[in-house]
């Protein structure tokens, strides 16, 4: 392991591996540390991604990335406890180049984009903790500790992409609001089936894949579910409040068993194999929850950086930390070039995601995790959405139609909702969304 670098990048998930690949491709010289035997190997998630960020990047990347599905259908699921309202969408040209998403697996998907960092030049460096910060006498970064015997490694710059926890920008002082209500908790079944079957089940044919987005079923806990195809598993799970989790005393497993017991789930996990239980904290307060992105001598991209979108329409977060990993890379190749990594020199980084998708989605859509993990929109409009679905679907001869307002006001006052609400919540969501 090199003992000094112009770049040493902390975590090879794909904030890191997008940031040594842009910085070794300019010809410096970067150390990416793992503290997994392999990329990939300690990282979870829902399972789908959104690798369009990788057209700059890697062009054509889609005729080598590893994935299991490309999903050619999205659904939101609504439900209550025995309730289900799915709208869904199709289409075929998400099923072709260059594709829209994908399910896949982290260990092959983080394993393949940090490979082309090391073939950009990066010496990618495994089973190794990053556990601390150099610094000079001013209290400028000048590198980082690992766990190796003399494993300290002096740098220009250090990126830290080690993560939602991210020791590194807690170190450096970067955060200063942290609160346990920017957070969620994700905890996923990867199910087996043969592959036959599931395709058979989800109307599936060659590499087609479904993903289900689900609000409701968390048993009043603040979050939503997920049920995605990959080629013979299925992964199913829940997204938690933290807060709300530890406020209920319920245990996130039981919820998942309850949420594979409904009757709009239970189908379509039967006979599934437990092959892996997961669970990942997760960054959702966005903008409100996010660290200060440099200091002298450092960087923070990823989920380090809070850069994970949970707007209830879009949960994404792997683009965001390859977007973000690259603008890093390119701040870094920028002040090494000029000589000056000072925090100054670095607001360009900032800058570079202002300009770009990262910062643009999170500043828009800055309320949206408030407006959905509010109770309205966990409980009481999921049983609005149902209950008015029931009886639009529910033939009532020879009894006369009532008619779509009757029924939304029948059901308006059934379950104590007040049009102020409805109003002051769609007023919220057309200003996020629209």
């Known amino acids: 392991m090199a003992e000094s670098a112009d770049v040493v990048v902390a975590g090879a998930g794909p904030a890191g591996a997008a940031a040594a690949l842009v910085a070794a491709r300019a010809g410096l010289r970067v150390v990416l540390v793992e503290r997994g035997p392999f990329p990939g190997s300690k990282n979870m998630y829902g399972g789908v991604i959104y690798p369009r960020v990788l057209d700059t990047l890697l062009p054509r990347w889609w005729e080598e990335v590893p994935v299991q599905r490309w999903v050619t259908r999205r659904a939101t699921m609504v439900m209550t406890g025995t309730k289900a309202l799915t709208v869904e969408f199709r289409g075929e040209d998400w099923d072709a180049p260059p594709y829209n998403g994908a399910t896949a697996y982290r260990a092959d998907f983080d394993s393949w984009l940090a490979g082309k960092a090391a073939d950009a030049g990066a010496e990618l460096v495994c089973s190794t903790t990053v556990t601390g910060l150099l610094r000079d006498g001013t209290g400028r970064v000048t590198g980082v500790r690992t766990d190796r015997p003399d494993g300290d490694i002096r740098a220009s710059l250090v990126i830290a992409g080690d993560g939602v926890n991210s020791f590194l920008a807690k170190e450096a002082g970067l955060y200063e609001d942290w609160s346990v209500t920017h ?8 199910l087996a089936l043969p592959r036959e079957v599931l395709e058979d089940r989800f109307n599936l044919t060659g590499d087609e894949g479904l993903d289900i987005e689900i609000l409701g079923g968390t048993q009043g806990i603040p979050g939503g579910g997920f049920l995605y195809t990959n080629l013979d598993t299925i992964a199913v799970g829940v997204v938690l409040s933290l807060a709300g989790l530890r406020d209920s005393g319920k245990r996130p497993e ?11 789930i239970a189908p379509l996990v039967r006979g599934g194999e437990l092959k892996e239980y997961s669970a990942h904290t997760i960054p959702e307060g966005g903008m409100d ?21 949970a707007s209830g329409i879009w949960l994404e977060g792997v683009n965001f930390a390859i977007g973000s990993g690259a603008l890093a890379g390119e701040t870094a190749i920028e002040a090494i070039g000029s000589g000056d990594t000072s925090a100054a020199a670095l607001s360009g980084y900032r800058r570079r995601l202002e300009n770009s998708f990262v910062l643009a989605n999170h500043r828009k859509l800055r309320g949206a995790h408030k407006l959905i993990l509010g109770k309205r929109a966990q409980t009481v409009y999921p049983e609005l959405a149902c209950g ?20 939304v006001h029948d059901e308006r006052k059934r379950g104590g909702v007040r ?16």
């Not at 957070?183 to 990867?190: A, M, P, Q």
């Not at 929850?289 to 979108?309: F, I, N, Q, R, T």
């Open 183 to 190: 957070f969620t908790v994700g905890v996923k079944e990867v």
């Open 254 to 264: 039981d919820i998942i068993a309850a949420l594979k017991d409904h009757p709009a």
């Open 289 to 309: 929850g996010m660290p200060h992105l440099a200091a002298d001598g450092m960087l923070v991209a990823g989920d380090a950086a809070h850069l994970c979108l």
């Open 388 to 407: 008015i679905a029931q009886r639009v679907f529910t033939v009532t001869d020879p009894q006369p139609k009532a008619g779509l307002r009757r029924w």
């Open 419 to 434: 049009l102020r609400d409805i109003v002051k919540d769609g007023w919220v969501g057309w200003r996020t969304f629209g």
